[in-house]
């Protein structure tokens, strides 16, 4: 079955850093664009950023630029997301997908959703 599965979440306090990764099994996503999303209680999932097959392509919302950092490894079949000086607000779980677009910032852009990771931010 393919799917992609993300780790490395959990709870830190502001200004704290994570690192997720988003690990790819039963397929490769050779090619694809990779994205991550985000979604808070009872809020739309949110998108983060994304990282074409190129990793030199990199592109982020607004609301993480200059903090979160994506980054991949074609030969692990692995996505990162180094996130940095965190706040609050980046309090959600995260999810991982894989788009067929370039630059696909929309949900309905990806596929091979991850069950995502709880990242949580206290202040």
């Known amino acids: 079955q393919e799917q992609l599965v993300e780790s490395g979440g959990g709870l830190v306090q502001a200004g704290g850093s994570l690192r997720l990764s988003c690990a790819a099994s039963?397929?490769?996503?050779?090619?694809?664009?990779m994205g991550w999303f985000r979604q808070a209680p009872g809020k739309e999932r949110e998108f983060v950023g994304g990282?074409?097959?190129?990793?030199?392509?990199?592109y982020y919302a607004d609301s993480v630029k200059g903090r979160f950092t994506i980054s991949r490894d074609n030969a692990k079949n692995t996505v990162y997301l180094q996130m940095n000086s965190l706040k609050p607000e980046d309090t959600a779980v995260y999810y991982c997908?894989?788009?067929?677009?370039?630059?696909?910032?929309?949900?309905?852009?990806?596929?091979?959703w991850g069950q995502g990771t709880q990242v949580t931010v206290s202040s």
């Open positions: 990282i074409g097959w190129n990793p030199d392509r990199t």
């Open positions: 039963g397929r490769t996503f050779s090619g694809y664009t």
């Open positions: 997908a894989a788009s067929a677009y370039s630059s696909g910032s929309r949900a309905y852009e990806y596929t091979g």
